[in-house]
């Protein structure tokens, strides 16, 4: 007799669950002190680059809080400076070195070979797994082509995304050949991570939420698509594969075409009620979130109060319990504790699946 | 014989239109080469605290591009030194120094009498009326009671909003006392605008968008409904008083409650369609909106074919063509041109109402 898939892999999936898996957001981060000791000692990049502190780290909130899934540490920039693009980390937000505003710049981007270039990533991914031992599963990701077409373009985070505006209206032949670039990155980095362990992946959209609804379709949907029609064409995908998350940070206005990506479950930000996406998407995906973080400062018994109002809304099948966007630094342990509890207690089944 | 209200009050009030009146967010500003010529002259503050140069820039795009209404040139956070919070405007955005957080700071904010605080404001808008001499309407405007909370509370713009939502979700009653007064304050300089001669007036709220329905409900449309009512219930709104246009950027969450606020008018920011917000909202409010600004970097026959479209999806009665967001700097006012141009042909009536 096998023992069933792990409870988060089969939500994703839509199959039966004896209560609705739970994972956060930047759990791995600075709301926890035992990553605030971490981070004291070394900088942003030498987290992200040294397989053991990012081990270290992506295991602490499953041991302490009890998540039902790891996510790696690690950051969607990372990519960039094997693109060709440096990238620091001061406090105030990332910052690219010389961003690309026009097609020659474009042109000299790389599309990097992961193992190569980002080996410390996918040997990071290898020692998750080996320390997880089985526990719980883990989650690969990367940031998705529009996404880091902002950074690359604009050299950090903005306010209005003028650069962007300026290359997706002013040249879209320039803007289209950055955004394959990306797409085969994205593609490429992805499959790296699951063929050295990750379990499932998640593309970041964090930006794509800039957009009219047309030119979501063009810019950003559709190479989001472009990178899931790459992974289900790699042999790595052969048998099935391994679940795909896409998350779109303000996808409210898309939900019209927000199901067509391929992937097997959609991310919902916290903007939108999650059973009108539902009602709009249909059930043919999972869908992931979608509490406020900012509803983690709220007293415990009326974290619970949301807690089960985001799981009415969500309903049973194919739901995957999370925060619509990362968790806040400034956030109490002890509050995502009570959002854990309450999503295992609340959401336990009558008719529950025997593990 | 009296002469037929001008096009835009009319549009507010769903009224019959020989065509689709349009202005700009932001159409008095930095992309504008008179207006940069005046700013090099002065601050920022200066331009928003003395009439006559308000009332120049105001104008300026009324002469060079004929938008079909004025709005005075101001600043949303021009309320906040009256309540007792100083505001500076660096380059880099604006900064409120000494940002509240607590209920004690909160109960030392006052309601200011805009006549005795504000009266530099109330005589740019005559001074505009006057220069006007009835070419176009002029638009009033205020912060939205949530937004000037964010900018309250944060202490300029923010990326998260952690403090707004530690005050909101962590003290609810001193979250509701700070907007209860910034509504007050609201409706006042409003009304106070009306009485000098503005003859529609836009509420702003710019960062409603940062919260799940649940508390745009309770934090952001209660105290924007409250303006309304407050605006309704005033002498001068006694014969039914101008027409209100409350502006919501990234309203697509919340369209099943954006026509509640009493508003004769929703403004729609340019991420949602437009024809989308118009089957939710119903036909009892006009709607304003929703060009994406960046739509401007595109070459002139592109604009007129997204301008086609946002009329196509908004409709005939009711609409007044806008941007969904200000005007970029960066944008070429030969650009903003062939949009003024392309609404006033494409959306001239076969069955137009007599001028």
């Not at 081990?55 to 302490?64: A, F, K, R, S």
């Not at 007293?299 to 968790?327: K, M």
């Not at 956030?331 to 009558?350: C, F, G, I, N, Q």
């Amino acid at each position: 007799m096998t023992s069933p898939e792990p409870l988060f892999l089969r939500a994703c999936r839509r199959q039966p669950v004896e209560r609705t898996p739970i994972w956060m957001m930047r759990q791995a981060g600075r709301y926890l002190p035992s990553y605030r000791a971490v981070r004291e000692r070394h900088t942003f990049l030498e987290m992200c680059r040294t397989p053991e502190l990012a081990c270290e780290v992506t295991l602490q909130p499953i041991d302490q809080l009890g998540f039902d899934a790891a996510i790696l540490f690690s950051d969607i920039l990372i990519t960039l400076p094997a693109m060709g693009l440096e990238v620091t980390f001061p406090e105030k937000g990332p910052k690219i070195e010389g961003p690309v505003r026009d097609h020659a710049a474009i042109k000299r981007l790389a599309v990097p070979d992961p193992t190569a270039e980002l080996g410390y990533v996918l040997e990071a991914v290898r020692q998750i797994r080996g320390a997880l031992a089985g526990r719980v599963p883990l989650i690969g990701f990367a940031g998705a082509p529009f996404t880091m077409m902002t950074y690359a373009v604009e050299g950090g985070g903005s306010k209005d995304y003028t650069h962007t505006k300026q290359l997706i209206f002013g040249d879209p032949e320039a803007a289209h050949d950055l955004l394959d670039r990306l797409a085969r990155t994205c593609a490429g980095f992805l499959e790296a991570q699951v063929a050295a362990g990750a379990q499932a992946v998640q593309m970041f959209d964090s930006w794509a939420g800039i957009l009219s609804p047309q030119d979501f379709r063009e810019f950003a949907l559709r190479w989001a698509t472009r990178v899931i029609d790459l992974l289900r064409a790699s042999p790595t995908w052969r048998d099935g594969g391994v679940p795909i998350i896409y998350f779109v940070n303000g996808c409210a206005p898309y939900l019209a075409d927000y199901a067509s990506s391929g992937a097997d479950v959609l991310g919902v930000d916290y903007r939108v009620d999650i059973g009108a996406v539902r009602a709009r998407v249909g059930d043919g995906v999972a869908l992931q979130g979608n509490m406020d973080p900012g509803a983690l400062f709220l007293p415990p018994e009326q974290i619970r109060a949301r807690v089960a109002d985001v799981l009415a809304r969500a309903g049973r099948v194919g739901h995957v319990f999370n925060l619509g966007h990362g968790v806040m630094p400034q956030t109490d342990p002890a509050h995502v504790r009570a959002m854990v509890e309450a999503v295992k207690e609340l959401s336990a089944r009558p008719d529950a699946v025997a593990t």
